[in-house]
């Protein structure tokens, strides 16, 4: 009886995890994601890859294929194309699973906003009533001193680039600024 007891408070215990997990995915619709597989599992509906990727410490992002029915977990992205039966998603892991922060990714999307700036963190500063940032630095033969910056509403693509920093910002009544 005691072992009943004990799976059913299990059970109850797991249920919110899974939910709160599902709900810090930040998916991208008609993207596929290409480069950085690392595993591949069958999956009914895109929440079982975000699930698995929030677990897992290597996953960056992960594409869904809804006809193969399958997930596709990635530690790395080397550039993205868009197809009706693919959506891929990125991981959440800045601001307490409300943002999402990449290294050497570009995001190019609906560009509302460019401006040159120095910093990454000008640049994030600059763009978070936008919700999406993208700096690159500036080349070493340009003689530049500012990067570009880019601030935009919604992705419609992403590629590797070296040094560039981009993320996904939490509105600001997420963000915890205690």
Not at 4 to 25: D, K, T, Y
Not at 151 to 167: D, K, N, P, T, V
Request: glycine letters at 6%; hydrophobic letters at 30%.
């Amino acid at each position: 009886m005691m072992l009943v007891e004990c799976f059913g408070a299990l059970l109850v215990l797991f249920i919110p995890i899974v939910c709160s997990l599902s709900s810090s995915c930040f998916y991208l619709p008609n993207i596929a994601l290409r480069g950085g597989n690392y595993d591949e599992f069958p999956a009914t509906d895109i929440e079982q890859c975000c699930v698995d990727c929030a677990r897992n410490p290597c996953c960056l992002a992960y594409t869904f294929d809804a006809v193969k029915h399958r997930c596709y977990m990635k530690s790395a992205i080397v550039d993205s194309y868009k197809t009706s039966s693919m959506t891929s998603g990125l991981k959440a892991n800045s601001n307490n699973g409300q943002g999402c922060s990449l290294r050497n990714i570009r995001i190019h999307g609906g560009t509302a906003q460019t401006i040159k700036l120095q910093r990454t963190e000008d640049c994030l500063q600059y763009c978070t009533s936008y919700g999406i940032f993208s700096w690159s630095p500036p080349n070493k033969d340009s003689g530049e001193q500012n990067g570009d910056c880019s601030c935009m509403s919604r992705i419609s693509s992403l590629e590797y680039s070296f040094g560039s920093r981009s993320a996904i910002i939490p509105t600001v009544s997420n963000l915890d600024l205690n």
